[in-house]
């Protein structure tokens, strides 16, 4: 069946680097991309972007532009999520999921970014 | 790129029907046929209900249907149960590699 599993929740100070990381199984890695999807404390799900896992390709959404890093391993079958110069606005569950005929069919169980002085 | 518009809160009762619009533009509901909503329960992973506008995966109730009329895509959730009490995205390509979901609307069983 497929799964993906994220990586333990992390606690962060200002300025400083997350990066989350997703395992997938049960299904062939390089024939769907990851998306990345987070939601702030009361707020909505945000997309951030998309990866590629056969070619490496990329799609950031604007706001993060410049921020956020999007990679993967595919000897390991796993995907990474890397947003740099954090700040307390970040603080968020962060999701990745299976992308798939523009929808996001299975997703991880998501992972706490805490960012705090 | 602007989320799109959804009603914050729909309520009804046990049996009835609802329905959740969710209003984009020219630029991504309008033109592209890759509309697709989930169902998030707090503390939970977001679950795909509906995608390409109007197709059900396997092993989602036939009581969840969509639809779509210019630039806006609709939800409805025939037969309201209790379980179905939760908050609801809707999710389109916008173009240029980019998404966008919808500003998320919070559905009560009254």
């Known amino acids: 069946q497929v799964q993906l599993v994220q990586s333990g929740a992390e606690v962060k100070k200002p300025g400083a680097s997350v990066k989350v990381s997703c395992k997938a199984s049960?299904?062939?890695?390089?024939?769907?991309?990851i998306n990345w999807v987070r939601q702030a404390t009361g707020q909505g799900l945000e997309w951030m972007g998309w990866?590629?896992?056969?070619?490496?390709?990329?799609g950031y959404a604007q706001k993060f532009q410049g921020r956020v890093s999007m990679t993967r391993n595919k000897s390991i079958t796993t995907a990474y999520m890397e947003l740099s110069s954090l700040r307390s606005e970040d603080t968020a569950v962060y999701y990745c999921?299976?992308?798939?005929?523009?929808?996001?069919?299975?997703w991880g169980q998501g992972t706490l970014v805490t960012v705090s002085s | 790129q602007s989320a799109l518009t959804q009603p914050a809160s729909v309520s009804g009762s046990p049996g009835q029907s609802i329905t959740i619009s969710c209003t984009g533009t020219?630029?991504?509901?309008?033109?592209?046929?890759?509309v697709s909503w989930y169902q998030h329960h707090p503390g939970k992973a977001p679950k795909l209900m509906i995608y390409?506008?109007?197709k059900r995966p396997s092993g989602v109730s036939n009581r969840f249907s969509g639809s779509k009329s210019g630039n806006t895509a609709s939800l409805t959730i025939s037969e309201l149960q209790a379980e179905d009490e939760a908050d609801y995205y809707c999710?389109?390509?916008?173009?240029?590699?980019?998404?966008?979901f919808g500003t998320g609307t919070k559905v009560t069983v009254l």
């Open positions: 999921a299976r992308g798939n005929d523009g929808s996001s069919d299975y």
């Open positions: 049960g299904y062939t890695f390089t024939n769907n991309d």
């Open positions: 990866m590629n896992p056969k070619s490496g390709n990329t």
């Open positions: 020219a630029s991504d509901v309008a033109i592209y046929n890759l």
């Open positions: 390409q506008f109007i």
């Open positions: 999710y389109s390509y916008a173009g240029g590699d980019l998404f966008v």
